[in-house]
C-alpha cells in the first residue's frame, strides 16, 4: 500500500542556469524526459527561461504514458486558454480539449433498435401473446402462465374501473408477498392508474403518512390485512368472493408513455419521506438493457426478492415478465441465508438482484443453477466480487428511485477490485460534472447527473424539491432535464464509472436508501430529546450499523431501549438504529459543527452486573454465536440480541452458524425470541442439538415433509387419499 504523505508535487525551478557557463567547465546539460525516475505517483516541474517549459515526471506503476501525456496536453489547453482570454473568470476557463468534451458528453441518449417503446402494459401483453402458455409467476402455492395473468389482472381492472379508478388516479396496493401481489400491481396499471405499493411490514403510522400524502383513497389488499391498514374510502378485497372483478365497468383506457406507472416513498432529509412518481417512459430500454447485459430469455427465471416499497423490485418484475421469463415470488421468511439458498435451487432461479450484504450468509459453490447474477442497493466489495463470480455472470446495476430504477449497469465482473457501476442503459445519458456543471476529465471525481428517458417526474406535491434535483441539462436539447444524484464518481479510461461516496449525508445500507435527517427527526420528535445525530458505524468490515447520538432536556433521563422502540414505530426496521447512545453534549468542531469522528463507540456490551452465565450445553453454543456474530467479547443468556446491535441480515448470520453447531433455529425464532434463553426454549426436542448414534433411540414428533404438508393444507374432500 501507498503510504506517502502525498502523491503528487508540483515544483517551480526558478534557479538561473548558465549553459555557456556550464559548457565552458565541461558539463552537459539536458532536458527531463517526460519518464524519468521520480519519488511520487505525479511530479510536475516548472522551469524559467525564455518561456515557461513544463516537465511531466510519472511512475510508471501508477500512471503509462498515455494517460500521462493526456495531462501534459491539458495543462497547455488550460495555459493557452488562459493566455487568450486573461479576463475570464478561472472558473469559466474549460479543463477538457474539445476531443475529450465529445467523448465525455457522449451524445444524446441510446436507443435501442429491438422493440421500439412500449408501457408496462404493453410489453407485458405482447409478452402474454407471445408465450401465453408460459410460466409467469412461480409462488410457494399457485403458478400462473402468461395467459392466466393477463387474464386475472385485467378482472382486477375491470373491479378498479368499476369502483371508479381512473386514468391518472393512484391506487395503493398493500399484499403479502407473492403472485398476488404481481396480479394487483398489472391490474392497476390495466385500469389507467399509477400503483402505489404498501409493504405490510411498515409501521402504521409510516402507512398513514403514505396515505394521508399522496391522497389516495383506494386500496387493493387481502382479508388477513383489511383492518390492519389506514382506513380509506374504498378497498378491494383480493380474496373475497364479492370482489372478482365480474362487475360491469368502461372499457379499459390506452395508458400513455407519459402516464404514471408507479409512486414510491424514499426517505427524506426533511423528516418526511417523500413520494418520486415514475412513468411507464424508459421501461422499455430498461428491458432491454436486461435482456442483453443479464443474457435473459423466456427460460429464465428470475427471483422476486426486494420487498415491494423498494424499486428494485420494478427491476425484477420488469427482467422477468417484459422479456417472456418467470417470476419467481418467495414468502416473506426466506429471503437470506439457507431458506433463500433452498428457493433458488428449489425452484430453479437463474437470475437475481440481491444486495451485497445477503451474499455472506449463503455459499456460491452450492447454488450452480444461479447464472446471472444482478447486485445492487450499495457498494460491493471486491472479495465477494470475487467469490460470486466465479461460475456465473455477475453484474453490478446503479440506479436511484428517481430514475426509472437503473441508470448504469455493469459488464460481466471478476476478480478482488471494487467493481465499477457500469456504462448507462439505453435510453439515458450519464455525466460526471464539477460544481459549475462543466464536464470533469477521464479519472476526476465529480457529481453524477443523470438525463435521458428514464427520469421520473419528480416528487409527488414537493415543486421546490423537485425543482431543486431535476435541473435544465446544458447539454441536452431544449427543455431536457436532469436529476442530480448527489452521487460523487469517476469515469475510468474504458468509460465505466466508479462510485466513490455521497456529497451529502444519505446512506445505504443492505441496498435501502436511508436520509440520516429523517432518523434524527424521529428521535427528536420523542419527549425529552434536546439534539440528536445518528451515523453509520462500520466497526467490522461489511457490517454498518445505524447508531443514534442523543442529548436529554436538562433533567430528563434516557431510556436507550424505550427511544428505540419509539423508533420503531414510525420508521421502517431498516431505519431503526442498532443502539441509542446518551451524550452530555455532542462533541463540536472549531466551527461549530458536530465533530462526528469524536462520537463514542457504542458499548455493545451489556453490564456486569446482569450478566448470566450459559447455564446448558445449549445456551453456551447460543451464546458464542451470538458473540460471534454481533463482536462482542460474551454475551449472557438474557442479553438482548437486537439491543446488542443485531439486525435482520446479522439474524440470519445467527441461523446459519447455529445450524453449524447442530442448532437448529430459523430467523423467525430470533425475532420472537431475542436472547439466549428465549431460543435455547424454542430450539424444541428434535430442534436443538442433533443426535448422535452414542445417544441410542431417539423417538417422538417429526414433522411431516413440506409436500404433504402443503397438500394437507389445502383442505381436500379425502385427505387420506395421498398418491404421489
Not at 455477475?394 to 459488464?411: R, W
Not at 439505453?426 to 460534472?433: A, F
Not at 444519505?506 to 434536546?530: T, Y
Request: net charge negative; with cysteine; glycine share 10%.
Amino acid at each position: 500500500a501507498d503510504t506517502t504523505l502525498f502523491d503528487s508535487l508540483v515544483v517551480f525551478e526558478n534557479y538561473p542556469v548558465d549553459e555557456d557557463s556550464a559548457r565552458a567547465h565541461g558539463l552537459t546539460v539536458r532536458d527531463i524526459s517526460a519518464n524519468e525516475a521520480t519519488n511520487y505517483p505525479l511530479m510536475l516541474a516548472a522551469y524559467d527561461g525564455d518561456r515557461i517549459g513544463f516537465h511531466l515526471r510519472y511512475d510508471p506503476h501508477y500512471f503509462d504514458a498515455d494517460t500521462a501525456r493526456r495531462l501534459l496536453d491539458r495543462l497547455v489547453h488550460l495555459l493557452t486558454a488562459l493566455v487568450a482570454e486573461p479576463g475570464r473568470r478561472l472558473a469559466a476557463v474549460p479543463l477538457l480539449t474539445p476531443q475529450e468534451r465529445r467523448a465525455v458528453l457522449g451524445g444524446p441518449a441510446r436507443r435501442g433498435d429491438g422493440d421500439g417503446d412500449g408501457t408496462m402494459i404493453s410489453l407485458f401483453t405482447d409478452q402474454a401473446a407471445r408465450h401465453p402458455d408460459r410460466l409467469a409467476l412461480i409462488g410457494e402455492d399457485e403458478q400462473l402462465t402468461f395467459a392466466e395473468l393477463d387474464a386475472r389482472s385485467g378482472r382486477v381492472a375491470r373491479a378498479l374501473r368499476a369502483r371508479g379508478v381512473g386514468r391518472g388516479a393512484f391506487v395503493g396496493v398493500c399484499l403479502e408477498r407473492g403472485p398476488a401481489q404481481t396480479v394487483a400491481y398489472l391490474g392497476v396499471l390495466k385500469a389507467g392508474a399509477a400503483y402505489l405499493p404498501m409493504d405490510p411490514a411498515y409501521p402504521l403510522d409510516r402507512l398513514q403518512y403514505m396515505v394521508d400524502d399522496s391522497g389516495i383513497r383506494m386500496v387493493v389488499t387481502q382479508r388477513s390485512l383489511a383492518g390492519a391498514i389506514p382506513a380509506t374510502e374504498r378497498q378491494l378485497i383480493l380474496d373475497d368472493p364479492a370482489d372478482d372483478g365480474t362487475a360491469p365497468a368502461a372499457p379499459l383506457p390506452e395508458v400513455g408513455l407519459d402516464d404514471a406507472a408507479y409512486m414510491i416513498y424514499t426517505s427524506g432529509s426533511t423528516g418526511r419521506p417523500k413520494g418520486v412518481v415514475v412513468s411507464h417512459r424508459g421501461v422499455a430500454e430498461l428491458a432491454r438493457t436486461q435482456r442483453e447485459r443479464m443474457r435473459i430469455t423466456p427460460d429464465s427465471r428470475t427471483l422476486q426478492f426486494s420487498s415491494p416499497s423498494f424499486d428494485a423490485a420494478v427491476f425484477e418484475r420488469t427482467a422477468s415478465l417484459l422479456n417472456g421469463a418467470a417470476l419467481v415470488t418467495p414468502s416473506r421468511d426466506k429471503l437470506a441465508g439457507d431458506d433463500l439458498a433452498d428457493v433458488i435451487r428449489d425452484f430453479g432461479v437463474t437470475h437475481a438482484l440481491l444486495p451485497p450484504a445477503v451474499l455472506p450468509t449463503m455459499d456460491p459453490d452450492e447454488l450452480p443453477g444461479l447464472a446471472v447474477l444482478a447486485v445492487g442497493g450499495e457498494a460491493m466489495p471486491g472479495e465477494l466480487t470475487d467469490r460470486w463470480s466465479r461460475g456465473r455472470r455477475l453484474v453490478n446495476a446503479y440506479g436511484p428511485t428517481e430514475t426509472t430504477v437503473c441508470a448504469t449497469m455493469s459488464g460481466p465482473l471478476s476478480g478482488p477490485a471494487t467493481p465499477p457501476i457500469g456504462t448507462c442503459v439505453e435510453g439515458s445519458t450519464v455525466y460526471v460534472l464539477d460544481a459549475f456543471l462543466r464536464p470533469v476529465p477521464d479519472g476526476v471525481a465529480g457529481e453524477l447527473y443523470i438525463g435521458g428517458e428514464s427520469l421520473s417526474r419528480g416528487y409527488w406535491g414537493r415543486p421546490g424539491l423537485t425543482a431543486e434535483r431535476f435541473v435544465a441539462d446544458p447539454f441536452g436539447a431544449p427543455g431536457a432535464r436532469m436529476y442530480r444524484s448527489g452521487d460523487v464518481v469517476r469515469r475510468r479510461a474504458d468509460g465505466q464509472l466508479e462510485f466513490l461516496g455521497r456529497v451529502d449525508n444519505q446512506v445505504k445500507i443492505r441496498g435501502f436508501r436511508i436520509e440520516l435527517g429523517e432518523i434524527e427527526a424521529a428521535l427528536l420528535a420523542r419527549p425529552g430529546v434536546k439534539q440528536a445525530v445518528v451515523t453509520v458505524r462500520e466497526d467490522r468490515p461489511g457490517s454498518k450499523r445505524l447508531v443514534g447520538y442523543v442529548v436529554p432536556e436538562d433533567g430528563t433521563a434516557t431510556d436507550p431501549a424505550a427511544l428505540r422502540a419509539a423508533v420503531a414505530e414510525v420508521l421502517p426496521a431498516h431505519m431503526v438504529p442498532a443502539a441509542v447512545v446518551p451524550l452530555d453534549a455532542l462533541p463540536l468542531t472549531v466551527n461549530g459543527k458536530t465533530d462526528t469522528k469524536a462520537l463514542p463507540d457504542p458499548d455493545w456490551a451489556l453490564d456486569d452486573a446482569v450478566y448470566v452465565a450459559p447455564r446448558n450445553e445449549l445456551e453456551r453454543v447460543l451464546a458464542d454465536v451470538f458473540a460471534s456474530v454481533l463482536g462482542v467479547e460474551r454475551v449472557g443468556v438474557h442479553d438482548n440480541f437486537f439491543d446488542l446491535g443485531g439486525d435482520s441480515i446479522l439474524s440470519i448470520q445467527v441461523v446459519s452458524r447455529a445450524r453449524r453447531e447442530n442448532v437448529h433455529v430459523t430467523s423467525k425464532d430470533v425475532f420472537a425470541h431475542q436472547t439466549v434463553a428465549g431460543l435455547a426454549e424454542a430450539a424444541a426436542p428434535g430442534q436443538g442439538a442433533a443426535p448422535t448414534a452414542e445417544q441410542g433411540v431417539v423417538s417422538g414428533e417429526v414433522a411431516v415433509t413440506p409436500i404433504v404438508d402443503w397438500f394437507l393444507g389445502r383442505h381436500v374432500r379425502a385427505p387420506h387419499h395421498f398418491n404421489m
